[in-house]
């Protein structure tokens, strides 16, 4: 059974860092990108980007470039997503989830979400 | 900015069907996407490569494109189909993914 679960809520101050990890099961980690997507309140979904655990290239959506971060640890078959310099807009649930190639590159499998509040 | 519109929001009657537009697409393309997400809960794949669906999802979810828009329709709605949908398409000249702002479905 495919799963990616991600880490605990997490409360910043403006200005701080959060980096959050989603654990891969199920599926051979280094076959598919993993993507991380946000929802903020009362907003849609946006996507942030994507790292390839194959060879640990990564892609980010022009708004996120230079203030965010992906990496990967093969042996534990989990991905981490890092983001900078925090506002209160950053405030969000943040979602990890898997591409399918033969799916037209949709995401078949979500982690559960990871809260991150930002308030001072 | 790449851009896909969608309703902010439809109302629906349980045993009708609802359609929910997203504007902005690629004519042509085929990598487009629709989520449902329920309050509380993960995005769930619901319609992929415009019209093809995952198992486990009801016949009564379907998809279509014409032009620059695409449409998920839902068949005989219930209330259980109450949740946000957004569409995605897959932008391969940058290798981007695009969200629309999604689209609340009431069920009266």
């Known amino acids: 059974q495919v799963q990616l679960v991600q880490s605990g809520a997490e409360v910043k101050k403006p200005g701080a860092s959060v980096k959050v990890s989603c654990k891969t099961s199920g599926y051979t980690f280094t076959g598919f990108q993993v993507h991380w997507v946000r929802r903020a309140p009362g907003q849609g979904l946006e996507w942030m980007g994507w790292i390839n655990p194959r060879s640990g290239g990564t892609n980010f959506a022009q708004k996120f470039r230079g203030r965010v971060t992906m990496t990967d640890d093969t042996s534990t078959s989990t991905a981490y997503m890092e983001l900078n310099r925090l506002i209160s807009g950053d405030t969000a649930v943040y979602y990890c989830?898997?591409?399918?190639?033969?799916?037209?590159?949709?995401?078949?499998?979500w982690g559960q979400g990871t809260m991150v509040t930002v308030s001072s | 900015s790449y851009v896909l519109t969608q309703p902010p929001s439809l109302s629906v009657a349980p045993g009708q069907t609802a359609r929910i537009t997203c504007g902005g697409i690629n004519s042509g393309t085929k990598t487009v996407h629709w989520y449902q997400q329920k309050p509380g809960q993960a995005p769930v794949l619901v319609i992929y490569?415009?019209?093809a669906r995952p198992s486990g999802i009801p016949e009564r979810f379907s998809g279509s494109t014409s032009g620059n828009t695409a449409t998920l329709t839902i068949n005989r709605v219930e209330a259980g189909d109450e949740a946000d949908y957004s569409c995605?398409?897959?932008?391969?000249?940058?290798?981007?993914?695009?969200f629309g702002r999604g689209t609340k479905l009431t069920v009266l």
């Open positions: 989830a898997r591409h399918r190639h033969d799916y037209g590159f949709a995401f078949d499998v």
């Open positions: 995605q398409e897959w932008l391969d000249g940058g290798d981007l993914w695009v």
């Open positions: 490569y415009e019209t």
